[in-house]
């Protein structure tokens, strides 16, 4: 049975979209996804509010209820029938992220048991036969295929295999 | 640069002896050291009292203020000049522990960034160089050469080479 390493952030949770919730329940400057685009979505805020945006990261309960994306409950439940399936996420930057993280894969993939959850620093210690993940810099020191997650902040890398959203996924992979 | 895996309880922390600290605080039952031989040492513990000494390890706290394992602090450091050192917990198992495992990570092992720290469900998913971890089926998946650090429950296991302390380690790797 072949493995596939699964990303959260940008992967399957929505990260970018519930902080867009959140920053919109508290103030009404302009979300620019333009400036997203080759960099950090951190970028596409009004640069006043940028640090404090990249604060919230680290708050406790930010990760706890973000949104899904869509498509990946039910995608990733099949993959998990024929793949060996590990969710791997650069979580440790964000202590307080852990335990919020854990609990939201609880409530919305429920069938991935812990033996399958990794919460890491540098990816570059996980190995497997496919990788999927927004972010160049875990991707490039995977030894297996690796599919660079589409998202605004990576519209502008070149050279990767994409999965432009999950039934894309589930062509290429069930 | 060659990586190191190193595991954390029964490698860095000195679990079983936090939790025969803390039983002892609490009960006058007899730990038996015999019986932990080639098992859990868990079954050290009086038998009435095994399925509770197991919950703690579900409670916040239990893993934060645990005893340090002789030398590793200073062995580490040293191999954290010469290897890339990953510290590689299962502890998603223990959903309470990870805050806690790297608060005191932060205490006695501040040298070692977030980017070198792991936490996870089965270990299969990591790879690298050199694996030091005291549990056999941490070891039975890793691709690289393996060192079974010693302890109580591991001590009728044959097929492996062993560390019995750090200044093995040390011997060894610097």
């Given at each position: 049975m072949k493995s596939i390493i699964i990303d959260m952030d940008e992967v399957m949770a929505d990260t970018m979209g519930g902080m867009i919730n959140l920053y919109k329940t508290k103030y009404d400057g302009e979300i620019k996804y333009d400036l997203m685009r080759g960099g950090?979505?951190?970028?596409?805020?009004p640069p006043e509010h940028q640090s404090m945006v990249r604060q919230?990261?680290?708050?406790?309960?930010?990760?706890?209820h973000l949104p899904v994306m869509k498509d990946s409950i039910a995608v990733i439940n099949e993959l998990n029938k024929k793949y060996k399936v590990f969710i791997v996420s650069a979580a440790i930057e964000f202590p307080n992220s852990l335990h919020d993280k854990l609990c939201w894969l609880n409530d919305h993939?429920?069938?991935?048991?812990?033996?399958q959850i990794v919460f890491c620093g540098?990816?570059?210690v996980v190995h497997g036969d496919y990788m999927i993940d927004d972010l160049v810099r875990n991707l490039e020191t995977f030894n297996g295929h690796k599919y660079l997650y589409s998202g605004y902040h990576n519209a502008?890398?070149?050279?990767y295999d994409r999965l432009n959203n999950w039934q894309e996924a589930a062509a290429i992979f069930l």
């Open positions: 950090s979505w951190i970028k596409g805020f919230w990261l680290f708050e406790p309960g930010f990760f706890r993939f429920p069938f991935l048991p812990w033996q540098s990816k570059s502008e890398i070149t050279g």
